[in-house]
């Protein structure tokens, strides 16, 4: 039961321009929305978060945008750097309960 | 401030055997979290515990247990293990279980069942 889905394994930009990553959801109960990077071998690192009262959450290059009513959110880092380059996890959860759905992940490559 | 700590990190065993791994919080955190982490299921949730309890559990069988103890520090053990059992096993520690605290992972240790 996939509650929450990233349906692009990988994306690929030049640096300096707009990386957008979706993510999708189904369980109405989440709303507390997390962006995860993960490099190999390693755990992932927290990026930015987004509770459902919000509809945009910015951090530096990051942010955050949420759409409710599609069960949608999408994260946007601008520019893009080849640093950026990793694997990007959304997820999600009722605001309750550590309970944390994934999504598959999506591969950023930013080329320089 | 000491992010989420786990030993081992690498961990070899065979069929049969039976495994603990170790997680440290950051200190203050109270709630402990255990994902699995494989290349054909993803990073799937184990159980969380908050206050030496187990509050949730994912669906995966009984041979997967934990226990926390009162400084927040977690074990989780799996027995019997199998081939499919071989992952990154993620801990991963927040402030509580409840309102909107992120969790802070852990580096991860790698399971190899042969």
């Not at chain 1, 390693?42 to 509809?55: A, C, N, R, V, Y």
């Not at chain 2, 955190?29 to 990073?43: A, F, I, K, M």
Request: glycine letters at 8%.
């Amino acid at each position: 039961d996939q509650q929450v889905k990233q349906n692009s394994p990988s994306l690929s930009v030049q640096e300096g321009r707009i990386s957008i990553l979706n993510c999708d959801y189904t369980n109405s109960m989440f709303d507390y929305f997390l962006w995860y990077k993960k490099y190999p071998a390693e755990g992932p690192t927290f990026l930015i978060s987004i509770s459902s009262i919000k509809d945009k959450n910015e951090d530096g290059r990051f942010t955050v945008f949420l759409n409710k009513s599609a069960k949608h959110l999408s994260l946007h880092i601008v520019p893009s750097q080849p640093g950026d380059s990793a694997v990007y996890f959304c997820a999600a959860r009722p605001y309750n309960n550590n309970d944390m759905r994934f999504g598959a992940g999506t591969r950023l490559t930013v080329k320089p | 401030k000491a992010g989420v700590t786990q030993t081992p990190r690498y961990l070899i065993k065979t069929r049969g055997q039976q495994v603990t791994l170790s997680c440290s919080p950051i200190s203050g955190h109270r709630s402990v979290s255990w994902y699995q982490q494989t290349p054909g299921q993803g990073l799937q949730f184990l159980f969380e515990y908050f206050s030496e309890t187990q509050r949730n559990k994912g669906n995966f069988p009984g041979r997967f247990s934990g226990r926390q103890f009162s400084n927040s520090r977690s074990e989780m053990n799996v027995s019997t293990l199998e081939l499919g059992d071989s992952a990154l096993y993620l801990c991963a520690s927040s402030r509580d279980a409840s309102s909107y605290n992120e969790q802070f992972f852990g580096p991860g240790t790698r399971l190899t069942v042969l």
